[in-house]
């Protein structure tokens, strides 16, 4: 389980996976502040990437505990800029590194 993501500006949020765990796999939770929004909301969250195009296969999004997990990431997975769709609320961005 990695940290939970930094905050960056505005409703943007990054995560460092270490090269280490990038081919084993990685997990985390999305930040408390973005829970709270997405708790306070109704309808679906929706995760796709910037282009509107799904995430890649080998990642998952559990919208119950609202975690993220990879069993394993291709070489040129990361990074990875992810947006994410509490109902009708504005977008946030989460940027998935490697470091």
């Known amino acids: 389980?990695?940290?939970?993501?930094?905050?960056l500006r505005g409703g943007d949020y990054q995560?460092?996976?270490p090269r280490a765990l990038a081919g084993q796999g990685f997990a985390f939770t999305l930040p408390m502040s973005l829970r709270g929004l997405i708790q306070q909301v109704a309808g679906a969250v929706r995760v796709?990437?910037?282009d509107g195009q799904p995430m890649p296969e080998w990642l998952r999004y559990d919208p119950v505990a609202m975690r993220f997990s990879?069993?394993?990431v291709p070489a040129d997975g990361l990074p990875l800029r992810l947006s994410i769709h509490p109902g009708n609320h504005q977008t946030a961005e989460l940027l998935i590194d490697l470091r």
């Open 48 to 50: 796709t990437r910037p």
């Open 1 to 7: 389980m990695l940290r939970e993501p930094s905050a």
């Open 70 to 72: 990879a069993s394993a």
């Open 15 to 17: 995560v460092n996976v």
